[in-house]
């Protein structure tokens, strides 16, 4: 059975940072496209970051410089590190994953950005 779990969201005050993780199992991992997504109240859910089997890595545009996407193919973990986190950086954060077979999301985790 596929299943992404998410898990590091919770309350942080502008400027700081918030470390997302995502544990995957019930699917061949290390050949799988991982990304994360957002989204945020009353908007659609909007790419965040993606890195490759190859650990190629890609990011948005709102995101890039201040978040880095990391693999851990060894426990099947996908990483989101979040630093100078803003206000908009609020929303559901979601963890996606991609091959051949599948196309599968876990349930998310909620990350706010508030003082």
């Known amino acids: 059975q596929v299943q992404l779990v998410e898990s590091g969201g919770g309350l942080v005050q502008p400027g700081g940072s918030l470390r997302l993780s995502c544990a995957a199992s019930?699917?061949?991992?290390?050949?799988?496209?991982m990304k994360w997504y957002r989204q945020a109240p009353g908007k659609e859910r909007e790419y965040v970051a993606l890195?490759?089997?190859?650990?190629?890595?890609n990011y948005a545009p709102s995101v890039q410089g201040r978040f880095t996407i990391s693999r851990d193919n060894a426990q099947n973990t996908v990483s989101l590190q979040m630093n100078s986190l803003k206000p908009e950086d609020t929303a559901v954060y979601y963890c996606?994953?991609?091959?051949?077979?599948?196309?599968?999301w876990g349930q998310g985790t909620q990350v706010t950005v508030s003082s």
């Open positions: 996606n994953a991609k091959n051949i077979r599948i196309d599968a």
């Open positions: 890195i490759t089997p190859g650990a190629g890595t």
């Open positions: 019930g699917f061949t991992f290390s050949s799988s496209i």
